[in-house]
């Protein structure tokens, strides 16, 4: 889950929406499948979408029909810019597509309240397939040191549980539910 250095100290796509981030989380994993097999899976992702990738071991405490999907759908494929999606950060929590560069790139805003936010995820290509990096920024926090601690124990727990049902869902068949 940790990023390189090299990773962390990197301008990417994104950082310029929320320039005065106080709280700024990277995450970074390996997938062993190239990112045009990946992305699919990444472009579908999120609330009232795909879910949130877990593996199946863990799903399967999960009512079924609140389960991430196990499959690419067609109809998921197609964000642009400007597009909305709902997020779990609260009943009308949503993020709006800024940019998107399939196979490479995916970059969300969000305003809530006081909060600005970005999120990115950055699809490079590796020998052994592809490397994920995620970068949330997040500005107009109250509790800065609430919001780290926290946050960065949250991120991790579900970029942990987000890597473990990618990899799952990019290397074998699906098993049988949604």
């Known amino acids: 889950m940790s990023p390189t ?3 962390v ?3 990417v796509a994104g950082d310029g929406i929320v320039p005065d981030a106080q709280v700024t989380m ?4 390996d997938l062993p499948a ?4 990946v992305w699919p899976w990444l472009a579908q992702l999120g609330k009232n979408r795909a879910g949130w990738y877990l593996p199946a071991s863990i799903e399967r405490a999960i009512p079924t029909r609140r389960r991430a999907l196990r499959r690419i759908e067609p109809t998921l494929q197609h964000l642009a810019p ?3 999606i709902d997020d779990w950060g609260g009943r009308d929590a949503t993020f709006t597509i800024v940019e998107r560069t399939p196979s490479t790139t995916l970059v969300q805003r969000s305003e809530r309240g006081a909060l600005r936010i970005s999120w990115a995820i950055l699809v490079h290509p590796t020998d052994a397939g592809s490397r994920i990096h995620l970068r949330f920024r997040i500005a107009g926090v109250r509790r800065v040191w609430l919001v780290h601690t926290g946050g960065e124990l949250m991120d991790l727990l579900t970029v942990a549980g987000l890597a473990a049902g990618l990899r799952e869902r990019v290397t074998g068949p699906a098993p049988p539910g949604r």
Do not use: I, K, L
């Not at 190239?34 to 097999?37: A, D, G, L, V, Y």
């Open 5 to 7: 250095p090299d990773e």
């Open 9 to 11: 100290a990197a301008r």
């Open 26 to 29: 990277d995450r970074a994993f």
């Open 34 to 37: 190239p990112p045009e097999t």
């Open 82 to 84: 400007g597009d909305v």
